[in-house]
């Protein structure tokens, strides 16, 4: 059986994408002349190892149903709208996003809401925006005067003075 010998500029891109965690049948669409298995054999051969977060795709047939939806919208879609306009289930919705998360597609930006941020999707390969609630104040720290106290945000910090006053010390 004869195989084509690899070219530089073909093993340097095979390096970068497999090391991106990208899917091979899309590098296969890369170079040329290349199929996704040959991809897979190349990246094995070179000994290339996928990242820590890389979870290869699960086959979804909903995928096209899902996709299609946030392609019409054009714009950043929650996911239990894309289950009310899709007739599938969230949980469904949600398996389905997060198997393609990073690939696909991102979390354009989040919502606000009286419970828990909800992830508005978009399809693309960009990086996620930045969770609202991630990097909260400890609020030890707070009251040890480690950090400002945050303002405009509703909890159970708030400001007192630490001066002790005779009254309190004959208590």
Known sequence: MYTKPWLVSEEATLRTMW??????KLIASYIPGRSRDAISRHALHLELNRPHW???PRPHTN???VEQIMTDAGCPLKADRIAELSGLHGSVVYKVLNDRRGRLVYVADWLITTRKPAALWMLGCKPDAHHPLRGKQNP???AAGLVAIPEGRRGRIYQQSMS??????AA
């Open 54 to 56: 890389y979870k290869p």
């Open 63 to 65: 995928w096209d149903q």
């Open 19 to 24: 090391a991106a965690g990208v899917d091979p």
């Open 140 to 142: 030890f720290a707070v």
């Open 164 to 169: 002790i006053t005779d009254k309190e010390l």
